[in-house]
């Protein structure tokens, strides 16, 4: 006797174009009902997730121990994608999305910060990262780093700016660091 599942695996592999013509035409005709499905279900799902994670909790810290960084290698194997998707209508639009987001955000906050009080924090740091403490050069720039980022409140004034590399503010991300 064949297994239920083998059976209906192969029926699928033997049926791809088919079934795929059967679905799309499905969805043709009912344009919208798994947005509005997923729409419907979301507290369900959000809470089942929820549920899930309290259930597992130790899954996430041993994956990410087993992949340290996710998606690393495929980055280092397609170092032109991203530079052909900014170039897409898509990539353009989430840019231009993004950047709206940032200027809106930073709109918002107070901006005092002039160019003068920038070398001023700079000399102050004697040119160094403020958390490593590596000398800037001129291939690893300085950047301004929100000791409490934008994203959380924090204000473009040099009370709240300090030299940072590359390196350092990207670890950072919109972390508060408290020295």
């Known amino acids: 006797m064949v297994d239920k599942k083998e059976y209906h695996k192969q029926y699928r592999l033997d049926h791809k174009e088919t079934l795929n013509e059967q679905a799309k ?3 043709l005709h009912y344009p919208g009902y798994a947005k509005q499905w997923s729409l419907d279900h979301k507290e369900e799902k959000k809470e089942y997730n929820m549920q899930w994670n309290l259930d597992h909790p130790d899954y996430k810290k041993q ?9 690393k290698q495929w980055r280092l194997n ?3 994608y991203h530079k052909q998707y ?3 209508e898509e990539g353009k639009a989430s840019h231009q999305r993004g950047e ?3 200027r809106v ?8 910060l002039t160019a003068d009080e920038w070398i001023d ?3 102050e740091y004697k040119f160094k990262c403020a958390y490593c403490g590596k000398e800037f050069t001129l291939f690893d ?6 000791v409490i980022p934008i994203s959380k409140g924090g204000h473009n004034t040099k009370e709240n700016i300090v030299p940072a590399c590359r390196s350092c503010n990207s670890k950072k991300h919109n972390k508060v660091e408290v020295k």
């Not at 990410?64 to 998606?71: A, I, K, L, S």
């Not at 955000?105 to 005092?112: D, G, H, S, V």
């Open 100 to 102: 709206f987001k940032r």
């Open 121 to 123: 924090i700079l000399k």
């Open 78 to 80: 397609h170092p032109e």
């Open 105 to 112: 955000i930073f709109k918002e906050r107070i901006n005092t």
């Open 63 to 71: 994956y990410y121990q087993d992949h340290p960084e996710p998606g």
């Open 86 to 88: 900014r170039q897409t």
């Open 141 to 146: 720039r300085e950047t301004k780093d929100h």
């Open 25 to 27: 035409q499905w969805r």
